[in-house]
T-cell receptor, first 113, second 114 residues
Framework: NAGVTQTPKFQVLKTGQSMTLQCAQDMNHEYMSWYRQDPGMGLRLIHYSVGAGITDQGEVPNGYNVSRSTTEDFPLRLLSAAPSQTSVYFC????????????FGPGTRLTVT | KQEVTQIPAALSVPEGENLVLNCSFTDSAIYNLQWFRQDPGKGLTSLLLIQSSQREQTSGRLNASLDKSSGRSTLYIAASQPGDSATYLCAVMYSGGGADGLTFGKGTHLIIQP
């Protein structure tokens, strides 16, 4: 199993540009989520999904959209990038909701200029 | 709102020492607590998962304890090695409603001196 994969590894955007961060898992996990990691802040939950077709907001959802059309994929869209979205983004998955171990991808480092 | 605090923020010890990393959380309504390791520029590697009904979990030289009533967890690393150098993150899954996700501490940056 590849586990949780994320692409791209690095990305530089200009303010106002849009892009999609890709996340995929091959473990047949129902639950997937996105976090951002900023210096001195710890990881914070952006959006999550408890199954295909179901998504919900986390702690810091503004400026981001998600959808979950398949069990395997959970892309994160930045509609109009802002410098405040410069961060490292991590995708995670687990077998189900809440009591299960979370597995993280390698991250995408995004810089918005 | 659930908050997670990790102490110390940084720690540097000689190789071979046993050490303890601390994690505290403000609300005892949790499903579980998970310890992760993060190497520079890398993702998070899960080390240990403790369910709320458990008191401790062990994996090799690592032992994690959980005292839900006092809102504390410790990660004990025995016979530390230079390869243990990394940032260690503690995270809890809150059971009190709201978003389904982990609440993280800011981490302990650990350096093991050869």
């Amino acid at each position: 199993n590849a586990g949780v994969t994320q692409t791209p590894k690095f990305q530089v955007l200009k303010t106002g540009q849009s892009m999609t961060l890709q996340c995929a898992q091959d473990m047949n996990h129902e639950y997937m989520s996105w976090y951002r990691q900023d210096p001195g802040m710890g990881l914070r939950l952006i959006h999550y999904s408890v199954g295909a077709g179901i998504t919900d907001q986390g702690e810091v959802p503004n400026g981001y959209n998600v959808s979950r059309s398949t069990t395997e994929d959970f892309p994160l869209r930045l509609l109009s990038a802002a410098p405040s979205q410069t961060s490292v983004y991590f995708c995670a998955s687990s077998y189900g909701r809440k009591p299960y171990e979370q597995y993280f991808g390698p991250g995408t480092r995004l810089t918005v200029t | 709102k659930q908050e997670v605090t990790q102490i110390p923020a940084a720690l540097s010890v000689p190789e071979g020492e046993n050490l303890v990393l601390n994690c505290s959380f403000t609300d005892s309504a949790i499903y579980n607590l998970q310890w992760f390791r993060q190497d520079p520029g890398k993702g998070l590697t899960s080390l240990l998962l403790i369910q709320s009904s458990q008191r401790e979990q062990t994996s090799g030289r690592l032992n994690a304890s959980l005292d839900k009533s006092s809102g504390r967890s410790t990660l004990y690393i025995a016979a530390s090695q230079p390869g243990d150098s990394a940032t260690y993150l503690c995270a809890v899954m809150y059971s009190g409603g709201g978003a389904d996700g982990l609440t993280f501490g800011k981490g302990t940056h650990l350096i093991i001196q050869p």
